[in-house]
């Protein structure tokens, strides 16, 4: 059995982390930890656990995890970097859900994330943890960053058109809904429901930091230099992405479709509808995976993508598994929710 | 023109008020205070007012508020208790939307609220406001404390029924079911769109402070003993209370209906529906309305009663106007919404 | 393998059935029946089945249900009791979801649904498929009811109560609110989100089928006579029933929480919660879980219990999962899911 | 006093004319037409409007609208071409919500409503009622074609950046966010609570009615050949459409938000928000108003503009009223609310 740990079990992604490990055959968590709610059990905070999650917090000490084959970070931006060279050391393997991995360039995290980075020497180790982009180099990685939410479902869906040169990247359009549980599990005004709910808005239209992540996953898989207009949106559901993608096509000849359909022939996370298909949300609501079209209107130069994840799951804790599994040589789906919560 | 003032006006009861006064056509607010928001432009917080509302909160000072006619409060519980004599002396009528005046003993108000009251010799001037039981002390008040939410659809549900001797009042049950923005403008884990929204809970079963509210109210209209069993509950809805209420009938010979359509006939703000119906509290979203229907099932001896009201409209801001057009002698409907916002 | 037929798979209990089957490791769906839709391919119509569910829907004939150990009725009442005889002479196990074999007496058929009984000689041998009640008919069943979703929150909530004594059944009330899924997959007005969406209502208030199936289930389990009040509510979400019961207490001597703890002990799917807690019906959503707390405010004479469960999964195909687990020999939890998708 | 007609009063466009004319001072609603429902009190069907709405439901023919001095059509596609004839030689207005009139090739209609336009000899003399566009001819106007929801909200985004040349209007995107009411009052699986709740999708990504209509409107303001791609969605709220549009500037000099203050300083039902605001959809629920906000990211080549309506009451209703308001000489806010219903 792989120990597992969980650093900062109290938020949205940690909580689903637990659902998901929970049900994996190969998985004991050992510790999940919380600074605020450490010593309350955790199936008193969380009832949808009892009888199945038999822990209390703890507070987040390495001591603590020292005995996991693996830890994921499930806290807010700014934690792992501070803890993951320590277990590294202790060769312990490292999944972290928060950004602090995932750019590259620790001028862009200070650019972006407001302070200098606690640890740029590992930058150059961790691996981006998109499965259907970094198979390879997860499976021999200690440190993986995975994807936020919004960049896995504009980068499935961009994927085959950047990769193909079918598209000129130079005016990509990602119009992104989110919903609210992506705000995580945090007291604050903006996200009650008498605020958010019935209501639809944008918001950090100016620059948000999914959009820099989004650009250098995208950038690494083309020679052509990417440009993207980015605007979140936050929507009256719980669960739930849905990135519209404008994009326009280099040339009038390629059968889009089939070049979708044989991309993420052999995935099994990524499903590319038939022609002519809008995918719901719900579809994958609770599952880990990434339903897809792509339409081309009019047969005119412009191709459209809809991608739909379930943030919390493929945008998150599912990815994170999904993660864990390619680590410990495991198959890919072991314990990986595939059927969506409909209706 | 009655020169109105607002003191709390950043809370839900606080923005509804002010957008029924902005529809008054005999009323100005002259002051809308907030201690913790002074010097913002009150439609920057709320773009839903932006044209119609030109103030900036100030500080919730005596004087800022002594050119008023009438003072509203709509603030947490506690606040009015402590500037309301102040403001009686400048002859300044008071609306206090909240609790501290709803109770007539003092007692009673430090049992349930947590501190001993803080001008206890105001309670016996307080008018409970109530215009379908008070109506005519309400037009010669001071000093209104109008009624809490829950006791509003609870009280209107009940009266017929107590006051007809029609039900014998020792075993009440009163289950009813609140919309989220009941909770308030506050930054709260459990308010969040993602823990109430598609999920429903009951709440205090153990006691709510809206319990002795109701009890006083309905005691105060029989000479028989009241006892009460009252649940409320969270529904995944923003406005709207529904209140189901249970009553074992004394004698099997009223015609119910009849009994509730006579009682409100001349009440604008009461809507006694056809025999047979179910309201819903959609069609109270919004204004200043009580829809009730009284069921019978299969003739036996339970009445049953269903009352649905906006919670922050005949719940709170619309009754506090209502009872404002009162005290000043206007139409007692003046300027109040009538028409449910539906769809 | 249990080979398995789903008779009517496109309501939603059908698609919550095959949900629940496509993780089954003892089962392998062969069919699935639809009249309207024959011909089409499951997934098409749902698309969060792709890849897990490869079934075309086919006429619903008992020569493509032949093969067959078990058949699942996910039909409109008044359907399984045309084809039951037919699939027991083939010595299949039939389980029905719908109300045709829940009442005992053909009269209370006739009455409540409106057409004489097609089958009343199975009546004697259909067994009431609530497993914390009939677990040993369960196991030998060749036909088995499968309670209603109300029936099945209400009555596991009252019968702790209505077994020792605690309570005098005469005057129960279950006040019930049901998310909209319990309305099916229909198109009809009142479904409609733009009609049930931010609204809640009481309906059927003078008589719901459900009424005598719950009155029969308690009468079974006393020998005093039940009296109930049963008025359920349309609430705007999607899954959940949240039942508040009311009864009156014979004595004051009984330690409630101690009578639920024992009660249950045993069930793995009735979880009683610590004294003092409130249920969400969050915490059960997608799972075959129903959740429990039982207060007495004030340490009066009122028992008031809080029952939630997810009403397509303990209140249909989980429990109907449960029963075919039980007629088949298998562990009682084999399949099912435990934990509740929050958020 | 005006005497108005609606023919199709039974929708949710027809409802929500009932609540503005019921408020409005100048008019009297003296006939509503439904041909399914004929013979049916309005207010029984729509019970937010009892007490306020007097009439019964009455068959459409043209002799019930005889004595109206305008007629409202809340239909169908299709049906008022095939009446407005004959009111406008009784010397009646029409006003038409519906799409009747509102393409000025009787081609474009029959290749987007699939049926032969049934008075293309009006189509000429039809007026586009957008009133911040076409405010003089509509004074003069006896028939008027009132946009759509979603042209509504995008023509007003984008107006004026194509007007005033600020960009290249050959390739505009507009991802539109439209609340369910948008479906309208029918039966359909698709509009369900349960299908439609708690998830996102786009539709009509192939082609969309509104699509020629907006292209139109927008060509007619500008000698630039207008691209556009157009992409709506389906979002979990009942009322609300949030227009999010793409544009590539012309030219890096102008000051967008200059731009769209001064286009916009008259109109009283168009709000640009200030720099950097975000508008939500539920600041103009149930009110006539559009809110927009302009934005350029990073002072690129791409304007970005927010523009959110009340699809029943600026996309329908509303504006509907605030085009009879100019046909009869009426101050143009006469009767229409401008305050959402927030929260």
Not at 3 to 17: C, M, S
Not at 76 to 90: C, F, V, Y
Request: hydrophobic letters at 40%; charged letters at 20%; one cysteine or more.
């Amino acid at each position: 059995m792989i120990r597992a740990g969980i650093v900062g079990g109290t938020g949205y992604t940690g909580v689903e982390l637990l659902r998901i490990l929970a049900g994996h055959p190969n998985v004991e968590v050992r510790t999940v930890t919380s600074r605020q709610d450490a010593g309350v059990i955790v199936s008193d905070l969380y009832p949808n656990l009892r009888g199945r999650v038999d822990l209390e917090f703890r507070p987040p000490e390495i001591e603590t995890l020292a005995d996991c084959h693996v830890v994921f970070f499930a806290t807010p931006n700014g934690t792992a970097m501070r803890m993951a060279r320590e277990l590294l050391d202790l060769q312990i393997k490292v999944i972290d859900l928060a950004a602090d991995f995932r750019l590259r360039d620790p001028r862009d995290w200070e650019k972006w994330y407001g302070e200098p980075h606690a640890c740029p020497e590992l930058l150059d180790e961790a691996v981006y943890g998109l499965p259907e982009v970094n198979r390879a180099a997860i499976r021999d990685a200690r440190l993986i960053a995975c994807p936020g939410c919004y960049p896995t479902a504009v980068q499935l869906g961009f994927l085959p058109l950047v990769e193909s040169g079918a598209v000129c990247g130079s005016s990509l359009v990602a119009d992104v809904k989110s919903g609210v549980s992506g705000a995580g599990r945090k007291a604050q005004l903006t996200a009650l429901m008498a605020e958010s709910g019935e209501s639809l808005k944008a918001y950090a239209v100016a620059g948000h930091r999914h959009h820099p992540e989004i650009i250098q996953g995208l950038s690494a898989r083309t020679n052509k230099k990417i440009g993207l207009t980015f605007v979140p949106h936050l929507v009256p559901m719980i669960r739930g992405i849905h990135a519209t993608l404008y994009a326009n096509l280099s040339s009038s000849g390629d059968d889009l479709q089939e070049l979708f359909e044989t991309r993420y022939a052999n995935e099994l996370f990524v499903d590319v509808l038939p022609a002519g298909a809008h995918p719901d949300t719900r579809d994958v609501r609770g599952c880990n995976r990434c339903q897809i079209a792509v339409h081309r209107p009019q047969q005119g130069n412009t191709a459209i993508v809809l991608s739909v994840i379930d943030n919390l799951v493929k945008g998150a804790a599912g990815q994170a598994v999904q993660n864990m599994n390619l680590m410990f040589g495991l198959d890919e789906g072991t314990g990986l929710p595939l059927i969506g919560l409909y209706p």
